[in-house]
């Protein structure tokens, strides 16, 4: 099955800066990759996702770039503010075409955005 | 419109009893899939569903039954349930091809 790696665990950057979490995954048909945020006690929520047919999509402070060839999917927040502390999640699925698979999460990064 | 409602929030089992865990979503989505959360674990899915009348296996299934009677509804089911099973679960539903899971509140379960 789908494997997918998240780093760093734990990130801590100045208010204002940016901040770069990256995630690899091993299963090359994999072409769905969303970013979830979860705030402390609440549910995760998607912020963005990107599908393998595009390399960047940006909303905003958040990016997201995929690099098929080397199956690694970042995400990108500019401008750091507190209200961005919270554990991010990478996910891919595989979309077999007639029905969808389960997204396999990475194991999260914990942001923290120093006053 | 409700969104993703699971119940109950809370429950601490002892070793063996069984119990359900309710999901129900009011969107009208497809696809339906239970998580379970551990510290550094991130989330792992248990059982999914693509439609009534379909479940499969997720990355870690064992200890756990789903069924899927109606689109509304997707109860996960603790057989005998285990100090490993210790967790917070979460459901969580998309309108069917990979696309933006909504996820229920979470239902924290502790098992003694």
């Known amino acids: 099955g789908e494997n997918v790696e998240q780093h760093p665990s734990t990130l801590s950057v100045q208010e204002g800066d940016s901040a770069v979490i990256k995630c690899t995954y091993s299963?090359?048909?994999?072409?769905?990759f969303p970013w979830y945020k979860q705030e402390l006690g609440k549910r995760p929520q998607l912020i963005i996702d990107?599908?393998?047919?595009?390399g960047e999509k940006k909303d905003q402070r958040i990016a997201v770039t995929l690099n098929k060839t080397a199956k690694h999917f970042s995400l990108h927040i500019t401008e750091t503010q507190p209200e961005d502390s919270a554990v991010y999640f990478c996910?891919?699925?595989?979309?077999?075409?007639?029905?969808?698979?389960?997204?396999?999460f990475g194991k999260g990064t914990h942001l923290i955005i120093q006053p | 419109n409700a969104g993703v409602t699971q119940t109950p929030k809370f429950q601490v089992l002892k070793t063996g009893q069984s119990m359900t865990l309710q999901c129900a979503q009011d969107m009208n989505h497809e696809y339906m899939s239970w998580y379970r959360q551990d510290p550094g674990m991130g989330l792992r899915l248990i059982h999914y569903?693509?439609?009534?009348?379909?479940?499969d296996q997720g990355e870690v299934p064992n200890g756990y039954n789903v069924s899927r009677s109606t689109t509304e509804d997707f109860p996960l089911r603790l057989l005998s349930a285990a100090p490993s099973q210790t967790s917070v679960y979460f459901c969580?539903?998309?309108?069917?091809?990979?696309?933006?899971?909504?996820f229920g509140e979470g239902s924290r379960l502790t098992v003694l």
């Open positions: 299963d090359s048909a994999s072409n769905y």
């Open positions: 569903s693509v439609g009534a009348g379909i479940t």
């Open positions: 990107i599908r393998s047919n595009v």
């Open positions: 996910a891919a699925s595989i979309n077999s075409g007639g029905g969808a698979d389960g997204l396999t």
């Open positions: 969580a539903s998309s309108y069917g091809e990979p696309g933006e899971l909504f």
